[in-house]
Nanobody, 125 residues
Framework: QVQLVESGGGLVQAGGSLRLSCAASGRSFSSYPMGWFRQAPGKEREFVLAISSSGARTYSPDSVKGRFTISRDNAKNMVYLQMNSLKPEDTAVYYC??????????????????WGQGTQVTVSS
């Protein structure tokens, strides 16, 4: 069982930066691949970034490549999402998620077992 709590969201102007954090509780955190997803009003939850359990590999779609990065600190049970050059279309609730132990990170939200409650990111133009 893993519990996830996101923090760091807020209001930022276009072109600005935010760093989201996800604190995980539970055992064997370093065995879980982690992902970030987001959901804008009226839209489906979409994949943002994922990272392997060791942190050695990351995965990102073209929409955020070069702007967003994901990292983790397994000693602290933390995952981070650094967002730079933010755009108004990045406005959404951002969720972190943990996948099955020892699995590969995925861009499919159905592949994740545990979810946080989300943190709101609003980018003004």
């Amino acid at each position: 069982q893993v519990q996830l709590v996101e923090s760091g969201g807020g209001l930022v102007q276009a072109g600005g930066s935010l760093r989201l954090s996800c604190a995980a509780s539970g055992r064997s955190f370093s065995s879980y691949p982690m992902g970030w997803f987001r959901q804008a009003p009226g839209k489906e939850r979409e994949f943002v970034l994922a990272i392997s359990s060791s942190g050695a590999r990351t995965y990102s779609p073209d929409s955020v490549k070069g702007r967003f990065t994901i990292s983790r600190d397994n000693a602290k049970n933390m995952v981070y999402l650094q967002m730079n050059s933010l755009k108004p279309e990045d406005t959404a609730v951002y969720y972190c998620a943990a996948g099955p132990m020892y699995s590969r990170p995925s861009d499919d939200r159905g592949a994740y077992d545990y979810w946080g409650q989300g943190t709101q990111v609003t980018v003004s133009s």
